[in-house]
């Protein structure tokens, strides 16, 4: 508020000379409000009220995040996600613990954060892989939104005195079911434990299918569940990132604190620590397996998620100074301490179960659905006040789900909005469209045969096709736009060029690498089952058309380009290699990409 008396009159002519300034950034507004009136003079206080900023374009300019720690939360909450909690402490189990641990590791260091500290310095990806990665997400997330209506299906079940998968007489179970506690033999494969037979028979309803041509109709439980999750998924992205970055604070945070509760009291349980003590063990000829080394380095795929173009879309919301090494080295850091931290709360409670129920870890270690909605629900039903301890858990589950499934959302919406500018006035009613879409391909996933379709999703949608994505967009960057000259970018980012090591795995260690990786993919492809239902080879045809459908976008886009550039085969070539920012260097026959000096440098 003003010191000394302003008329309404020297108001007005404030107003008239801030609008009419040649030297003012933009156009301004300027709001009187009335404080009191004194002795025959008004007193008052201004504010000067910006309108959106505009580019010399006229595009307004792209939105930012509210505060940094938003962006890390929201980076942090999608490279923590179920695969953490279900996958990786049982590679580490299954092979030589830790042995998985070294080799992913070593992977992390050559791979895993040089291409994190990569993504996070790109503002927009090449249009092709850009449209590999966004398939990639929206197939994705056709089948993970699934498993959090799971999870909250788990969640409302747990309301209750008695958790419904603790016996065997219930509606839904089957001759086969057989408790733990009261039959040592387990291990036979015509057994099932209430947990097993609660999560096929009552959640899925996977009896009332002979297979995936055989799906029925959408179950209203796990329907009403989805529905909730899209809800929850719209209205935390429909304004953006100042929406996400603000739920984040819940869905980023809680699980550490459901973790560290978790292992509180899964170490005081008989057991615990032989169970600690094996996800531990080291066997160093398990080093000299291949399979380790490939596992470990598709668990760093996607566990970092650097495939499915999320960096990319929240690093572009960020400043143009942004410290994108001190970003990459802070998630890196944290997502690979939370694996093995979660390693310990999942092996004190299947040490736990192999104690009570007299039984070879190995008989109840598992990874996946089986480890998450099967194990550790029957271990928590054995515990005092078991009804807390499942709704802590499965709250958990649903917040891990929640924000990675916001991050792999956030990468279709951001990418399809710049590329289609006209969509950036629409973004509520677009994001409307994408969730809903989403939801209507889900409603296959909950079927009685679901669980089908969720597996041939599962180990197609996201498999060679991510690492193949990652690959082109690696030599798209490294090799045709140059090391040379996106250090130099990064040097006006951060105020320094990154040093010889990060420059040396761009351009060498990661490309060789996610090559090797692509080739052992296709050498190694198993093709997909659910026990021991095989699936018909018109689905595994259909699963491989999911596959190949996001690997062509980059074949067809660069044939498009060529199709529609001017002049002969070597000019159109030319443009489509060089930078539109070179274009004119190309127009007097200049360009980098025809030299060996750009190929060689560093």
């Not at 923590?80 to 279900?86: G, H, I, Q, R």
Request: hydrophobic share 45%; charged share 15%; aromatic share 14%.
């Amino acid at each position: 508020s003003s010191d000394w008396p302003l008329t309404a009159e020297v108001m007005s002519s404030l107003a008239a000379s801030e609008k009419s300034s040649p030297n003012a950034m933009g156009p301004k507004e300027v709001e009187l409000i009335l404080v009191k009136e004194q002795n025959g003079v008004q007193f008052t206080s201004t504010t000067l009220v910006a309108p959106a900023q505009t580019n010399p374009s006229g595009e307004e300019e792209r939105e930012t995040w509210g505060k940094k720690i938003d962006f890390l939360l929201s980076v942090i909450g999608f490279a923590v996600d179920l695969a953490n909690v279900w996958r990786f402490p049982y590679l580490c189990y299954k092979n030589g613990g830790g042995e998985e641990k070294k080799a992913k590791g070593c992977l992390c260091l050559i791979y895993g954060v040089p291409w994190i500290y990569f993504v996070m310095s790109i503002i927009l990806s090449p249009a092709g892989v850009g449209f590999t990665v966004i398939l990639i997400s929206l197939y994705v997330g056709f089948y993970y939104n699934v498993i959090i209506s799971w999870a909250l299906f788990y969640l409302f079940s747990s309301f209750t005195r008695e958790l419904p998968w603790v016996h065997c007489n219930n509606t839904w179970n089957s001759p086969n079911c057989s408790d733990w506690a009261d039959n040592s033999s387990i291990g036979d494969i015509y057994k099932a434990t209430p947990a097993q037979e609660y999560f096929e028979r009552a959640v899925l309803h996977i009896q009332d299918s002979n297979g995936i041509g055989d799906l029925g109709r959408p179950r209203w439980q796990l329907t009403s569940c989805l529905a909730v999750v899209i809800i929850l998924l719209y209205f935390s992205l429909w304004k953006g990132v100042k929406t996400s970055g603000k739920v984040v604070w819940i869905t980023a945070t809680m699980p550490y604190v459901v973790l560290t509760v978790l292992l509180l009291r899964g170490v005081t349980l008989p057991g615990a620590i032989d169970g600690i003590k094996a996800y531990l063990s080291v066997d160093f000829l398990r080093l000299c397996d291949a399979k380790v080394w490939i596992e470990a380095a598709t668990q760093i795929c996607f566990s970092l998620g650097v495939g499915f173009g999320v960096l990319i879309a929240f690093s572009s919301y960020n400043k143009f100074s942004n410290n994108c090494y001190r970003d990459a080295i802070i998630t890196s850091s944290i997502n690979s301490l939370t694996s093995f931290f979660s390693g310990f709360v999942v092996f004190s409670f299947l040490g736990y179960m192999s104690h009570k129920h007299n039984v070879a870890l190995d008989k109840v270690a598992r990874d996946g659905a089986g480890l998450v909605f099967v194990i550790y629900p029957e271990a928590i039903a054995t515990l005092p006040g078991s009804s807390v301890w499942a709704v802590i858990f499965f709250i958990m589950l649903l917040t891990l789900g929640l924000d990675s499934a916001m991050g792999g959302m956030e990468s279709v919406i951001t990418g399809l909005i710049d590329e289609f500018k006209f969509l950036h006035k629409h973004r509520e009613l677009f994001t409307l469209f994408i969730v809903v879409s989403t939801f209507l391909i889900s409603l296959f996933c909950v079927t009685n045969g679901g669980m089908y379709v969720f597996t041939l999703l599962d180990h197609f949608a996201a498999g060679t096709s991510i690492l193949f994505g990652v690959l082109i967009e690696a030599i798209g960057i490294a090799w045709f736009y140059g090391v040379d000259r996106f250090s130099d970018d990064i040097k006006e980012m951060i105020g320094h060029r990154p040093g010889r090591y990060w420059r040396l795995c761009w351009k060498f260690v990661s490309p060789c690498f996610l090559l090797f990786m692509v080739v052992v993919s296709f050498a190694t492809f198993n093709p997909p089952n659910y026990g021991s239902y095989m699936f018909p080879q018109w689905a595994n045809l259909l699963g491989w058309c999911l596959a190949m459908s996001s690997m062509t976008m980059v074949p067809l886009y660069a044939i498009y380009k060529l199709c529609t550039l001017p002049g002969r085969f070597c000019d159109r070539l030319a443009y489509a290699i060089t930078p539109e920012t070179e274009h004119h260097l190309v127009d007097n026959g200049e360009v980098r990409q025809f030299t060996l000096h750009h190929w060689l440098v560093v």
